[in-house]
């Protein structure tokens, strides 16, 4: 992105006034992942054509949205522990039951898809997905890091005073980024992660923060202007000097990138007020349409030419039929739920 456009849209933004809604609130950040969640399907849909320049834009935007989750993730759990004294207190059983319910539902719903393409449904199809660091749901790598990241952020505050309790979710963190890489994962799937601890660090002292941008409002604008040019250039800047270690390229400075872009993208929308009743219908099944809408683009993949037209149609029917779908796998879940915690 250009240098220029980012000065301009972030003097457009600071002469904007400033409204009372919290950017960070429940309502906000629902709104925000309803958002990111249509953000994502584009990303995905802009690597399946193959013509015009439509989506072309959404093509290097993935890592940033992904990472923008992962803050927020970050964000809410610490939000819950800081004003909740028995919130760790059956924590894995709680949060992870949340995750597993939709998560099998998912499984069924992707093995009996990808029976019918023919896939042979055995034992060895599921080791394979062990074995090459994939996952049965098209594009359902996030789910594998968010279940990690959970139990990361568990061994690291059940015990409520710890004074360590930063310095071992930090260690932990930067350990699962490091064996991703080492294990020769897609970069996709590490460089965003560093944004969970971005979220705990800013609930954690939000109130200095919100203090400091206040403060230096216009200053912050600029330099993360300039900060989101030079790193939007990072891969080519360290390959002309001769680091491309991934460890360093992708597991350190990828993510000081897409941290950068959430402190960025946060100072954006510090004067907006996201929240309204279509982003918060969006934001309810934002998980679904996460894990389904890959299913769908594989689907009707098989129906569209790519063409300028072709290409238009198809994003816009995935997008209305991922919706669709989601709400209705949605209602399934909080039926499942509600069964299941009678029982338990």
């Known amino acids: 992105m250009d240098i220029f456009i980012l000065l301009l849209m972030s003097l457009f933004v600071y002469l904007i006034p400033r409204t009372d809604v919290d950017y960070l609130s429940n309502k906000s950040t629902k709104s925000l992942k309803g958002l990111l969640a249509i953000l994502i399907i584009f990303h995905h849909v802009s690597q399946k054509i193959t013509t ?26 610490y939000f819950q522990y800081s004003n909740n004294a028995t919130y760790m207190e ?65 061994v690291s505050f059940k015990k409520k005073d710890s004074k360590i309790a930063i310095f071992k979710l ?16 897609g970069d996709w799937e590490y460089v965003s992660i560093m944004a969970f601890l971005l979220g705990v660090f800013w609930m954690k002292y939000r109130s ?43 597991g350190i400075v990828g993510n000081l990138c897409t941290m950068i872009f959430v402190v960025y993208f946060l100072l954006l929308t510090n004067k907006l007020n996201f929240s309204n009743k279509y982003l918060n219908f969006l934001g309810d099944i934002s998980f679904e349409i996460y894990m389904i809408h890959g299913l769908i683009m594989h689907y009707l993949g098989k129906f569209f030419v790519s063409s300028p037209v ?35």
């Open 208 to 250: 200095l923060i919100d203090k400091l941008i206040e403060k230096n409002y216009f200053v912050f604008l600029v330099s993360f202007s300039i900060l989101m040019y030079v790193f939007r250039h990072y891969e080519a800047i360290m390959k002309n000097i001769g680091i491309t270690n991934k460890y360093v390229y992708y």
């Open 310 to 344: 072709d290409d238009v149609i198809y994003t816009i029917v995935v997008l209305f039929v991922s919706i669709i779908s989601a709400y209705c796998i949605k209602k399934l879940i909080i039926a499942i739920e509600k069964k299941l915690v009678k029982v338990i």
């Open 170 to 185: 930090v260690f932990f963190t930067l350990v699962y980024i490091f064996w991703k890489a080492y294990q020769n994962h």
């Open 52 to 77: 015009g320049e439509n989506f072309s834009n959404f093509e290097y935007m993935g890592r940033y949205i992904v990472a923008l989750f992962f803050f927020l993730s970050g964000y809410g759990l």
């Open 90 to 154: 059956n924590f894995l059983r709680k949060r992870l039951v949340r995750i597993f319910i939709p998560f099998f539902v998912f499984i069924v719903i992707y093995v009996i898809y990808r029976a019918t393409l023919g896939e042979v449904v055995n034992v060895d199809f599921f080791l394979s997905f062990w074995r090459n660091h994939s996952n049965i749901i098209y594009n359902g790598w996030f789910i594998n890091s968010i279940i990690v990241l959970y139990v990361i952020f568990y």
